[in-house]
């Protein structure tokens, strides 16, 4: 894999060359550091633009067009990381070298299409392609509560800092209403003035050729510098716990502790981190799998996540209501272990090994390594030579030392009332 990096004054390239596949393919992310009022008219942009654009206004128009470019996959995120809102839009299409020349950089002019030419209708985006994404947001926000699992993680983040974007929902209903065509697309002309940018292309690619062309695609001249790390930073650390229960309509009750990382150093944060996890609350090794599910039968499932930017380890669980207190006194207990360097060298090895493998899977598939270099550029993350060997540099008490750093914050169950 060769790297280039041309840092722009509107936008940042990279350019990765790898003959390793026979498809090129493109991210382009925006981002700006999210306020909770505009994440539900954010929502609307990613999607909306992939609906129809002023030379193809209809979705019949945009297949056809597709079709005679060898259909290149185009897709596109909005997700919120650490301080951060960020949109990415992807296009996966197949090297001209295997079809016709040329192709691609036609594919390049449809996929500039989409993004910065959209379908607008009177100083806004086309009415009947924004009712559809209306809806379609509408019915996501409506449904959270589907997913007993996704929403008691939900709920636990909001009681243990609703004023933290670790907290923050992917929309509000309340604020739909508030939102037209007009004003969606004044957000989107929004974000191509003040959005910091950055451009990966990842193929078989000539160096030169692809700058030109991408230099030739994106239509912003706006300087732009990021003001603010990306990385959440906790106000206070509580010295006990708060408990909240609720609840709803649930079969299962959904156990969810959040914890709050205090001071964890650069080789904590990208190595040392999610060793621990591992160890903590990983595959069925873990400690809390062999505490709780194992040795106990307290718990359907159980697995510990951590949330880097947002500086939080999470614990999920799915338990019977009566078993609340012997969870949480058995959880609290390995924890402690962990900080005590209370598990065995192997537990370290596997885990080890386990990140490994994961990092070795990313090279794999194109989507996942272009993925592998936004979230470098992201989390300020070293290359992936580098993590394979840096990981083994983990020790035991390297993971006790941070597991004095893992508080404890919110403990949060929801449950079915007196029959769960």
Known sequence: ME??????????LHLLKTKKFKTITVL????????????????????????????????????????????????ATENIVGNYAVTSFYMAMINDKYTEPGTNNKCMNFFKELLFNPNIENGGFNKNNFNIIKN?????????????????????????????????????LEDLDKIDEV?????????????????FVLGDIDFDAVRKTVDDMIPINTIKKQKEGIYVKHKTIRKRAKVVKEEENVKQAKLVIGCKLNNLSDFEIKYVLPVYNGILGGPSYSRLFKSVREQN?????????????NNLLTISSGINKESFDKTVK???????????????ESDLKRAQQDIVNIIKNIEDKPYRLINNYSWQVLYDLDDIETRKKRVFDVTVDDVKKIGKKVHIDTIYLLHGGDDN
């Open 3 to 12: 790297y280039r990096y041309h840092e722009g004054k509107a936008y940042n």
């Open 28 to 75: 382009i992310t925006f981002k700006r550091k999210v306020k909770k009022e505009e994440i539900t008219i954010r929502s609307f942009i990613h999607s909306i633009l992939l609906l129809s654009s002023k030379n193809f206004p209809s979705s019949r128009l945009l297949s056809t067009e597709a079709e005679k470019l060898y259909a290149p996959s185009i897709e």
């Open 136 to 172: 379609e947001i509408t019915a996501k926000l409506k449904s959270i509560k589907d997913s007993p699992r996704y929403y008691s993680e939900v709920r636990m983040l909001e009681h243990l800092d609703p004023t933290s974007p670790v907290s923050y929902r992917r929309g509000y």
């Open 183 to 199: 004003k969606a697309y004044e957000y989107y002309r929004g974000m191509l003035h003040s959005d910091m940018v950055d451009v």
């Open 297 to 309: 039968s307290l718990a359907y499932y159980i697995y510990s996540n951590y949330r880097r930017v």
């Open 330 to 344: 058995l959880i609290k207990t390995e924890i402690n272990n962990m900080a005590k360097g209370n598990f065995d």
